[in-house]
């Protein structure tokens, strides 16, 4: 660690903040969304490299060299984890073993992530879309699951004005996601 400070810290330092952006953003794909665990990945990593900086003869290599580092961390806590899941998998009894088993899931296939992650997006979009009242409404009662009397409070406007809005709201939603379904089943056709 003193040769990488020895070496050239300023460009070490220039060359992962140019380039920190979008090493995050792979971190956060390869473990999977996690943000907690995308920071770690990432600090672990810009560390590795910090540590390795004397070895890098070219500086116009320098971003995919951080990410093969980046990758390779991301590998070796991969490693790991499934090491010490196979340490504890051992370590169970018959009948925990047999709980475990019938409690497994598969995971879904890259094909199912996709669809939810869109499906999730399109939830969302049509909630930003709807008219500010109805979203507050809705998100009150069926995202947050506040009665509609508390939700009525928070508002301030009559209970039966926040059931109008989480009607209006529902077939809004209701309908934006129809279309965007249709436009999705269309696409698939093509």
Known sequence: MR????????????LVTEHLDSLYRTALRLVGGGVADAEDLLQDAVLRAFEHFGQLRNQDAGRSWLFAILVRTNLNRVRAAYRRSEQLTADLSDGAFEEALAAWQPSATPEELFERRESAD???KALDDLNPELRAAVVLTDVEGFSQREAAQMLEVPEGTVASRVFRARRDLRDALSEGTQALRSRGRR
């Open 3 to 14: 040769r990488a400070h020895q070496v050239h810290p300023r460009a070490f330092e220039e």
């Open 122 to 124: 399109r939830i969302v």
